[in-house]
């Protein structure tokens, strides 16, 4: 019998002393449950993703010496498993060490090297050229990192050709919707093909765009899920696996939708923040439903205590609106603080009489308001130390309809990658969790949306209503469908193609907005990355 600790944990990129002290602690916590060997996640000494950290010498040489010093400081406990970044005359390699009684008994490097999405390792590392099999506790078992799980052939097939019982894949599989049921499918395919259990450790937490979800697992050679660890925050599970048998701690299933896209985005904005050295947040509170949602989420993460938020109406603000968001402000008992931009509008529009003169108001105007308004939220974070929340979702960002340096400003934003339609059903199922009707009033949810930079504005005057407008920016951002391929769909053509080309023309005002969680397939960002001067206009028509 050989009994596997799974170590999903929570490291933190480029804090190599505290993430040896982190393995340290959890190893010491797998010793004493009597494990053989701690599995941690992949480039657990680094955190993941390094980026261009290591194409600085200096940093792999230190991340090197962490992974000696975990080996020293481990002395005498269970033998661990860890990701590192490993160096030889070949270049720089995405590698697994094994580490007992002191030393660094074994490495292996990554062969599969991601280069899609948010991933482009072949930037960095060069691939691995063999399989690293290891003897534990009278067991064989086989070293793999993520991407290497992900499609049949190499290290798998040596190791299916080894007959390895049991193959440890370590993993930075980042968060997006339906990503649990993929690597569940991975894994039971490559333990069918190679005949072996799958001891799949993944990381947890947010590093900028990213969120880690952890649900590590342990798949029988049957393809079976025989184990799994929690998911959105760590976890040890202890596993005993002999012959065809294993045996672990039982723990809750893993939430289904919207509760896990709550979840990471929870997890999300409280790494981005902590993680960044900020103890407070502050946004503006409109009475809309974006900014309810991002203000209770910011409270489900960080405490009230941690929340501010500023009300800023204007001539064209319902007083309804500033009812509704003293009403959020209310029920998460968090500090409020009004501050009216009427008379500062007025001075703009003062001094731009005579340049402006002999045209027509209109979108300069408009922006002007959300401008102050972003300018006064960046003065509470001067002031205060606060960071600043974003309120935007995916659909505004999609189409332009955000004001850059006005409600684009900010220093996270945490519904970025969250359309609008989904908005409302994290919105229905938070209120449903209670207390008594929820945080967030009726009235906003059944409001129509409205910017309230003009006179009776809604959102419908500029874009369709958003249960069209979503399926469209879906198909387009997310599927990379072509707009004829949409509109042969069932879509108005004309609609697509107005909507296609509201996406390509906001492309420079994403490309300067804050960071946000990904939650989707496709991001905006760095998953998703398009030429800002770009001429080429797709045709809906067939």
């Known amino acids: 019998m050989v009994r596997i600790a799974l170590g999903q944990i929570d490291p933190s990129v480029g804090d190599l002393e505290g993430n040896v002290e982190l393995m340290t602690a959890w190893a010491s916590r797998a010793t004493e449950a009597g494990a053989d060997v701690v599995v941690f996640p992949e480039l657990a000494i680094t955190g993941y993703p390094p980026e261009d950290l290591v194409l600085r010498p200096a940093f792999v040489d230190d991340n090197l010496s962490a992974l000696e010093h975990l080996a020293k400081r481990t002395a005498g406990g269970c033998s661990i498993v860890t990701g590192f970044v490993d160096r030889t005359d070949r270049g720089l390699h995405n590698a697994a060490a094994l580490v007992a009684n002191g030393e660094i008994v074994a490495r292996y490097h990554k062969v599969k090297l991601p280069n899609y999405g948010v991933f482009d390792e072949q930037r960095t590392f ?17 070293l793999s990192v993520c991407e290497d799980a992900w499609a049949p052939g190499p290290p798998f097939d040596a190791y299916a050709a ?40 993944n990381t947890i937490g947010g590093q900028d765009e990213l969120v880690f979800d952890g649900g590590s697992m342990v798949v029988a050679p049957d393809g079976t899920l025989r184990h799994r660890a929690a998911m959105f925050r760590e976890d040890l599970l202890i596993v005993d696996i002999e012959g065809d048998h294993s045996v672990a701690e039982d723990r809750p299933d893993w939430p289904d939708e919207p509760e896990d896209i709550y979840r990471a985005l929870e997890l999300g904005l409280g790494d981005y923040v902590r993680k960044n050295g900020f103890e407070e947040v502050v946004l503006g509170l409109s009475g809309g439903v974006d900014s309810a949602f991002v203000a209770v989420l910011a409270v489900d993460t960080l405490g009230a205590a941690s929340v501010r938020a500023l009300t800023m109406p204007s001539r064209y603000s319902s007083a309804e609106s500033t009812e509704d968001a003293t009403e959020v402000a209310h029920r998460l008992r968090i500090r409020l603080d009004e501050v009216a931009i009427d008379d500062v509008f007025s001075v703009y529009l003062n001094a731009l009489r005579e340049p402006f003169h002999g045209t027509e108001p209109g979108l300069a105007e408009e922006n002007i308001q959300a401008r102050i308004r972003g300018n006064l939220l960046m003065a509470f974070s001067n002031r205060f130390g606060s960071m600043v929340l974003a309120t935007g979702n995916k659909s505004e960002y999609a189409v332009g309809y955000a004001t850059l340096y006005g409600d684009m400003a900010g220093g996270f934003a945490p519904i970025k990658d969250v359309p609008k339609t989904l908005v409302y059903e994290l919105v229905r199922w938070r209120n449903a969790q209670g207390p008594g009707e929820g945080p967030i009033p009726h009235r906003i949810v059944a409001k129509a949306p409205s910017a309230e930079l003009r006179p009776d504005q809604k959102d419908t005057d500029s874009l369709p209503p958003y249960e069209q407008l979503d399926p469209i920016i879906e198909a387009y951002v997310v599927e990379d469908r072509s707009p004829e391929e949409i509109a042969a769909s069932g ?8 909507v296609v080309q509201l996406i390509d023309r906001a492309e420079y005002k994403r490309r300067q907005a804050a960071p946000g969680i990904k939650i989707t397939p496709k991001a905006f960002g760095r998953d998703r990355r398009m030429p800002i001067t770009n001429r080429y206009r797709p045709d809906a028509s067939p």
């Open 126 to 142: 060069v691939r691995g050229a063999a399989e690293c099999a290891v003897r534990l506790a009278g067991s064989e078992l086989g």
């Open 162 to 201: 080894r007959k390895t019982p049991i193959v440890l894949n370590i993993n930075g599989s980042p968060y997006h919707r339906g990503k649990a049921g993929e690597r569940l499918e991975i894994a039971r395919d490559r333990a069918l093909e190679t005949g072996a259990w799958i001891v799949y450790v």
């Open 491 to 498: 879509d108005d053509p004309d609609l697509v193609e107005r």
